[in-house]
């Protein structure tokens, strides 16, 4: 028997390189876990959703076991985020993506003055929703990762934070476990193999907004070994 986590790649933060606009923050990848899975000897296809390195994009799905952990949704710089895994936050004021249940949350909603100056809201995560923006000028929060998974104390604890939205003057922070942070001055990308989004970015240049982390699949069996 195995145990297993399996952890899809993230999507990317919204971009955009108007005065005075924010844009929502990516959605973490979908989480997925099981304990005790009966297998049978032979060679199995793993596949690891790769990280996302265009504004916008959505993450890839992570398959193992013939489970499929569902890629994170993008962020977006004037719509609603993307759904996934956990749903991308919003770049406008309506509702962020919806996440997938089991896997992850939903994203942020956005908001807008005049239908103009722009905020996002902030990415969703495993362990939590992104957070709406608060008003026009303050970009969410990402959605909290989740830790804890198998006792595992390497330097990866958590996974899927989700990725920060940005203000019309504040960003917001990135999601715990790995979420990109505030992209004001540059992108934040998720931490790399963690499933976690990327920041929105704002920029005079067209450049890309933070990327979505890649995901990462582990599978833990007794060797039989003392």
């Not at 790649?9 to 304990?35: E, H, R």
């Not at 949704?73 to 770049?91: F, N, P, T, V």
């Not at 990327?198 to 833990?220: D, E, H, K, M, Y």
């Amino acid at each position: 028997d195995v145990d297993y986590l399996i952890v899809a790649g993230a999507g990317s933060g919204g971009y955009n390189n108007k005065g005075g606009q924010g844009g929502g923050g990516g959605g973490a990848g979908g989480v997925l876990t099981g304990t005790g899975v009966t297998v049978t000897a032979g060679t199995y296809t793993i596949t690891v959703g790769q990280a996302q390195h265009m504004q916008g994009d959505d993450g890839e799905d992570s398959v193992a076991l013939s489970v499929t952990a569902t890629g994170g949704g993008a962020g977006k710089d004037s719509s609603g985020g993307q759904s996934g895994g956990s749903g991308g936050g919003a770049g406008t004021s309506v509702s962020g993506g919806s996440g997938t249940a089991g896997q992850g949350n939903d994203g942020g909603a956005g908001a807008d003055y005049g239908g103009f100056v722009k905020a996002g809201g902030g990415g969703g995560g495993k362990g939590a929703v992104g957070q709406a923006a608060n008003t026009y000028e303050f970009g969410g929060d990402g959605g909290a990762g989740a830790a804890g998974f198998y006792g595992i104390t390497a330097s990866t604890v958590g996974y899927a934070g989700g990725g920060a939205g940005g203000g019309a003057t504040t960003d917001g922070d990135g999601g715990s476990y790995g979420g990109g942070g505030d992209g004001d001055e540059y992108p934040n990308y998720g931490v790399p193999n963690t499933g976690s989004g990327g920041s929105f970015w704002r920029t005079g240049n067209p450049t890309p907004a933070g990327w979505g982390a890649a995901g990462i699949v582990l599978i833990r069996y007794d060797t039989g070994l003392t």
